[in-house]
Nanobody, 122 residues
């Protein structure tokens, strides 16, 4: 059974940083690309970043380039998202996802965690 468990969210002031983690189990982690999505209140879930199984391919949404860094540790079966220079617009529930890169594009599979809340407020 595929399980993705996110952690690391919280309340942070504008300009602050957080490191999110996603612990995976129930599948061969190193066979899959991994990604992060987020969903703000009243908005649809949106893509944030993805990383290939060997960390060669890394893609980001334009809105987070230069501020967010995705990484993974295949030995620990964990995906990370370092988020810096947070703004109130980054407030959302952040979700981990399993997927694949096909012709350079990330395609999500229907495997989601429960999410971790990030709130940016002074």
């Amino acid at each position: 059974q595929v399980q993705l468990v996110e952690s690391g969210g919280g309340l942070v002031q504008p300009g602050g940083s957080l490191r999110l983690s996603c612990a995976a189990s129930g599948f061969t982690f190193s066979n899959y690309a991994m990604s992060w999505y987020r969903q703000a209140p009243g908005k649809e879930r949106e893509f944030v970043a993805a990383i290939s199984w060997g960390s060669i391919n890394v893609v980001y949404a334009d809105s987070v380039k230069g501020r967010f860094t995705i990484s993974r540790d295949n030995a620990k079966k964990t995906t990370y998202l370092q988020i810096n220079k947070l703004t109130p617009e980054d407030t959302a529930v952040y979700y981990c996802n399993r997927g694949r890169f096909i012709n350079g594009d990330y395609e999500a599979q229907n495997s989601w965690g429960q999410g971790t809340q990030v709130t940016v407020s002074s």
